[in-house]
């Protein structure tokens, strides 16, 4: 448990039993026996089919987080921003993908000082120019920088979309001092979400399939690549029977949303994951019959195409809608019991990442009981 400090107005309430429901809100609240529950199956998982597993750190962006994770099993975790890397790192998170381009002149800097002091770090790059640069930075720290390179499967992001271009690369890298060729990168999460646990294995054996073509030839040429990484929450069962990939880049398995809620993970256990991270939020306002309003809109949940969905409390399975920067509301209907003014509902973010970037901590619960405050170490963007 970390040391008490200015933890907000709930701090008080941090061991109290029955706290949960005591809760100013709004309030992000984060559920440790269901997430620890994900995380333990997907760490079975992974270790069965003997895949590799390199979860997204923005999804959390939280060290203590990422630390279970690694000491379930995973290999490190992957970082959108060198500020999400440097954080990882620096909190003791070992093995850091950082898997976008880092190309201005202070960020490689940074990183290579990063990367002089952190274990096992990747960065993917996708231009010979910023390889050089990358190296000339690196060769000043004497610390080699591992390298994969990105390649484009569909996703229309970062990535070289050209297979000579990749090689060319890759072996560019390989005589480069200062720098050294890890592997590939080959990730499109587009596909990741798809309902239908057939239709998303056709679609991602179409993903990896240029992927794998990729790797034949650089095998040909001597550099063959020991890390192939990509895929997500939605093909960590599918990636290792395709065998292209060498680990899994998962993310949202962790806590759960609406995106994902309904996505068929596996043939034998369709949905083992639990939702691990909420919204708590209480009806401010019952003055109009047909709908109730709530103190979370906007600015707790982010604005998403797809609506918060209300797991539990007395509006369970109704409507909620984002109608104000710091309000919600809920139509009342006959099939559903009127919450009165200050019930509180629970509700199921529509993208977990989007909206715990939105709030400084997690409160977290075990049952009905807030056991501890966690900072969200990683919200800067610098």
Same mark, same amino acid.
């Given at each position: 448990?970390?040391?008490?400090?200015?933890?907000?107005?709930?701090?008080?309430?941090?061991?109290?039993?029955?706290?949960?429901?005591?809760?100013?809100?709004?309030?992000?609240?984060?559920?440790?026996?269901?997430?620890?529950?994900?995380?333990?199956?997907?760490?079975?998982?992974?270790?069965?089919?003997?895949?590799?597993?390199?979860?997204?750190?923005?999804?959390?962006?939280?060290?203590?987080?990422?630390?279970?994770?690694?000491?379930?099993?995973?290999?490190?975790?992957?970082?959108?921003?060198?500020?999400?890397?440097?954080?990882?790192?620096?909190?003791?998170?070992?093995?850091?993908?950082?898997?976008?381009?880092?190309?201005?002149?202070?960020?490689?800097?940074?990183?290579?000082?990063?990367?002089?002091?952190?274990?096992?770090?990747?960065?993917?790059?996708?231009?010979? @120019?910023?390889?050089?640069?990358?190296?000339?930075?690196?060769?000043?720290?004497?610390?080699?920088?591992?390298?994969?390179?990105?390649?484009?499967?569909?996703?229309?992001?970062?990535?070289?979309?050209?297979?000579?271009?990749?090689?060319?690369?890759?072996?560019?890298?390989?005589?480069?001092?200062?720098?050294?060729?890890?592997?590939?990168?080959?990730?499109?999460?587009?596909?990741?979400?798809?309902?239908?646990?057939?239709?998303?294995?056709?679609?991602?054996?179409?993903?990896?399939?240029?992927?794998?073509?990729?790797?034949?030839?650089?095998?040909?040429?001597?550099?063959?690549?020991?890390?192939?990484?990509?895929?997500?929450?939605? @093909?960590?069962?599918?990636?290792?029977?395709?065998?292209?990939? @060498?680990?899994?880049?998962?993310?949202?398995?962790?806590?759960?949303?609406?995106?994902?809620?309904?996505?068929?993970?596996?043939?034998?256990?369709?949905?083992?994951?639990?939702?691990?991270?909420?919204?708590?939020?209480?009806?401010?306002?019952?003055?109009?019959?047909?709908?109730?309003?709530?103190?979370?809109?906007?600015?707790?949940?982010?604005?998403?195409?797809?609506?918060?969905?209300?797991?539990?409390?007395?509006?369970?399975?109704?409507?909620?809608?984002?109608?104000?920067?710091?309000?919600?509301?809920?139509?009342?209907?006959?099939?559903?019991?009127?919450?009165?003014?200050?019930?509180?509902?629970?509700?199921?973010?529509?993208?977990?990442?989007?909206?715990?970037?939105?709030?400084?901590?997690?409160?977290?619960?075990?049952?009905?009981?807030?056991?501890?405050?966690?900072?969200?170490?990683?919200?800067?963007?610098?």
């Amino acid at each position: 448990m970390q040391s008490i400090g200015d933890l907000g107005p709930n701090e008080r309430l941090i061991g109290v039993e029955g706290s949960r429901s005591s809760l100013s809100t709004p309030v992000l609240l984060l559920d440790l026996d269901r997430m620890e529950r994900n995380i333990t199956h997907m760490a079975a998982r992974t270790r069965q089919s003997g895949h590799g597993l390199r979860p997204v750190a923005k999804i959390h962006k939280s060290i203590e987080i990422a630390k279970r994770q690694v000491a379930a099993g995973a290999l490190g975790v992957c970082c959108a921003t060198l500020a999400e890397a440097e954080v990882m790192a620096d909190g003791g998170v070992p093995g850091v993908l950082l898997f976008s381009s880092v190309v201005s002149e202070t960020k490689i800097n940074r990183l290579a000082a990063l990367n002089a002091r952190a274990e096992g770090l990747l960065v993917a790059v996708d231009d010979a @120019t910023n390889v050089d640069q990358l190296a000339h930075a690196a060769r000043g720290t004497a610390t080699e920088l591992r390298m994969l390179v990105d390649y484009e499967v569909g996703g229309r992001r970062t990535g070289i979309a050209d297979e000579d271009t990749a090689i060319a690369l890759a072996k560019h890298i390989s005589t480069t001092e200062g720098v050294e060729f890890a592997g590939l990168q080959g990730y499109y999460g587009g596909l990741q979400r798809t309902p239908d646990y057939d239709e998303r294995t056709r679609l991602q054996a179409m993903c990896v399939a240029p992927l794998a073509r990729l790797v034949e030839r650089l095998s040909a040429e001597g550099l063959a690549p020991a890390i192939v990484t990509g895929g997500g929450s939605g @093909t960590y069962q599918i990636d290792p029977v395709q065998g292209v990939l @060498t680990e899994n880049q998962s993310g949202t398995y962790i806590f759960m949303d609406v995106n994902y809620i309904d996505t068929v993970f596996e043939r034998e256990i369709p949905h083992p994951f639990e939702v691990a991270l909420l919204v708590r939020t209480t009806v401010i306002s019952a003055s109009n019959p047909d709908y109730v309003v709530t103190d979370a809109g906007l600015k707790e949940f982010a604005r998403e195409a797809l609506a918060p969905r209300i797991l539990s409390g007395p509006a369970a399975g109704a409507l909620y809608e984002l109608i104000g920067d710091d309000l919600g509301r809920v139509a009342t209907t006959p099939d559903c019991v009127r919450p009165g003014v200050g019930e509180a509902l629970e509700c199921v973010t529509p993208h977990c990442y989007a909206t715990l970037n939105l709030y400084n901590a997690y409160h977290c619960v075990r049952g009905n009981t807030l056991v501890d405050i966690w900072p969200i170490d990683a919200r800067a963007q610098w």
